[in-house]
């Protein structure tokens, strides 16, 4: 064991320097603090591992430093020394948590004594919880890692399992249906975090007001309707993750209130004033090119680089082909186990139609289309190609975007490529798809349904 910091707090220099020559001798770091607003003023700096202090002093006493030091770390041992010791007091220390309440005078050895069984609980309870936490990573990494053997998806989850235990935020980029929430999921399960909440919001599915009431919370009386004080999400999810889906959505007045919060971390909720402290860790989403977007004016640079700090890019399942008959497998025994059934078979004939598919949808596309052909097979049955979407079995003849396309395609072809191609350049989002094809979103819908493109 490492020489354990010691921090002591009283109002007279001459004890302190005493106990500092002593406990020093024994083998502590020591740091000093004259006073007790001090002593609590250098809690965060020192981060001691035992914090000693006198009970009686100026303006800030010992309880104050106790409590201050329990709200900045609850496991974090403090030993209270008093000249005038009295019940009332004693059962208040203990009430508060303190690990020991010392009357002077004490000896010496005596002292000692305490101060080495304080930091030696410090360093028990440190080392139990890094083995509960390296137990609960292992046992979490073995039952909810997301499926994939490719190289490049494997590189991601190599890469996120290693920034999961800090508090970093973490950006995932990816199309629509690459799965960027079941990762962002992945990550908090086994962080330091996995035994706080998990909470999720699309930044893309709700109007800006009500989005920054559901963010940061808001007061009675703030505006029509609030007939309550409603926390916020950041607050909501204190102790755990909050992930921002589609954060590329958000207006730029959401950015600036978003960026504030990272930053200060803290939040003021709507009609409020005073600002409430937010213990999160925040993990966001995009399918958009940030980058594009701060060259448009749509996205805030700064916002993006207070994002941006781990990127985490997850490849289209079209660029991971050998991990679709894994994936197929790992859905139909999940939806036979919800349903109860035998699990069906993937005929040869299936699997090499699913795997000639580009899957534009990506992974959330696969689902549903299985999701799909189980409900049409019997029982334990075999997956034949009639139970798969028309767009899967169909369509293969004519790919969506073909390198050598017949010499005087029909419009038809042409215009079912073109549309692929823009919606595959704005990462699946159909509104946009829209708007960069000159059309509205009910008639791309149409489209993408007439050419079976619709999920």
């Not at 030091?69 to 041992?77: R, T, W």
């Not at 994002?307 to 790992?330: G, K």
């Not at 395609?409 to 073109?418: D, F, G, Q, S």
Request: charged residues 25%; aromatic residues 6%.
């Amino acid at each position: 064991m490492s020489e354990p910091k010691i921090l002591i707090v009283d109002d007279e220099v001459g004890i302190l320097d005493t106990l500092r020559i002593l406990l020093k001798r024994e083998g502590f770091q020591v740091e000093t603090a004259v006073g007790g607003q001090a002593g609590i003023d250098r809690i965060a700096d020192v981060r001691p591992d035992v914090v000693l202090s006198d009970v009686r002093m100026p303006g800030v006493g010992g309880l104050e430093v106790l409590m201050a030091a329990k709200e900045s770390d609850p496991s974090l041992p403090v030993i209270l020394m008093t000249a005038q010791a009295s019940l009332q007091t004693a059962m208040r220390a203990v009430n508060e948590g303190a690990f020991y309440y010392i009357q002077k005078p004490f000896s010496n050895d005596e002292l000692v004594a305490i101060c080495r069984r304080a930091a030696e609980s410090r360093q028990l309870k440190r080392e139990n919880q890094a083995l509960k936490t390296e137990i609960r990573r292992r046992d979490r990494s073995d039952t909810t890692r997301p499926i994939g053997r490719s190289r490049r998806f494997v590189d991601v989850l190599k890469t996120a399992e290693t920034v999961a235990p800090s508090d970093s935020t973490v950006l995932i980029t990816g199309a629509s249906g690459t799965g960027k929430e079941v990762l962002a999921r992945y990550i908090h399960t086994i962080s330091d975090r996995g035994d706080g909440p998990f909470v999720s919001i699309n930044c893309g599915a709700l109007p800006e007001n009500l989005l920054e009431s559901e963010l940061f919370g808001h007061v009675r009386g703030s505006f029509t309707g609030a007939v309550r004080d409603k926390q916020g999400l950041f607050v909501a999810a204190k102790g755990g993750s909050f992930f921002l889906d589609e954060v590329g959505e958000m207006s730029p007045a959401l950015q600036v209130k978003l960026l504030r919060a990272l930053q200060e971390r803290e939040v003021i909720p709507v009609g409020a004033t005073e600002p409430v402290p937010v213990d999160v860790r925040i993990m966001a989403a995009t399918n958009r090119d940030l980058d594009e977007e701060i060259r448009r004016g749509g996205f805030r640079s700064d916002l993006f680089y207070r994002l941006n700090v781990i990127t985490l890019q997850l490849p289209e399942l079209q660029e991971r082909p050998e991990d679709i008959p894994i994936l197929a497998e790992f859905f139909l025994d999940r939806f036979a186990a919800q349903r109860g059934r035998a699990v069906p078979r993937l005929s040869t004939e299936v699997l090499a139609l699913l795997q000639s598919y580009d899957w534009p949808g990506n992974v959330r596309e696969l689902e549903n289309a299985l999701e799909r052909a189980a409900v049409l097979t019997a029982d334990g049955g075999e997956i034949g190609a009639s139970t798969l979407p028309t767009r899967i079995t169909q369509r293969q003849a004519q790919p969506l975007v073909s390198a050598t396309l017949p010499p005087n395609p029909t419009l038809e072809i042409v215009e079912r490529a073109y549309i692929h191609w823009v919606l595959h350049s704005e990462g699946g989002n159909k509104t946009k798809a829209a708007e960069v094809l000159g059309i509205d979103p009910s008639t791309l819908y149409r489209k993408l349904q007439r050419y079976g493109m619709d999920q």
